[in-house]
Nanobody, 124 residues
Framework: QVQLVESGGGLVQNGGSLRLSCAASGRTFSSYAMGWFRQAPGKERDLVAA????????YYGDSVKGRFTISRDNAKNTVYLQMNSLKPEDTAVYYC?????????????????WGQGTQVTVSS
């Protein structure tokens, strides 16, 4: 069983930055692809960014390209989401997710493990 714990959310002004972290338990973290999703009130949970087990492949949603960066440190069992130039429309609960296979997943049903979520609020 893998447990994921997010941290780093909070309140930030328009144009500000935050870095989310997701710490994973389990010895097989390095073989998992990881993703960050977000869900705003009344909306679906959408994929923001994903990274393969080897870090060679990444994916970003159109709305965050050029502003967000996903990375991972397999030695620390941690995946990060650096968020720059934040906008009010980035406000959501952000979830870390992991999947058993190493390649990217693009929908929530492709992921096997989920964190509890961390709130990100961007004020205008």
């Amino acid at each position: 069983q893998v447990q994921l714990v997010e941290s780093g959310g909070g309140l930030v002004q328009n144009g500000g930055s935050l870095r989310l972290s997701c710490a994973a338990s389990g010895r097989t973290f390095s073989s998992y692809a990881m993703g960050w999703f977000r869900q705003a009130p009344g909306k679906e949970r959408d994929l923001v960014a994903a990274i393969s087990w080897s870090e060679t492949t990444t994916y970003y949603g159109d709305s965050v390209k050029g502003r967000f960066t996903i990375s991972r440190d397999n030695a620390k069992n941690t995946v990060y989401l650096q968020m720059n130039s934040l906008k009010p429309e980035d406000t959501a609960v952000y979830y870390c997710a992991g999947r058993h296979v190493g390649g990217l997943g693009f929908s929530s049903n492709e992921y096997n493990y989920w964190g509890q979520g961390t709130q990100v609020t961007v004020s205008s």
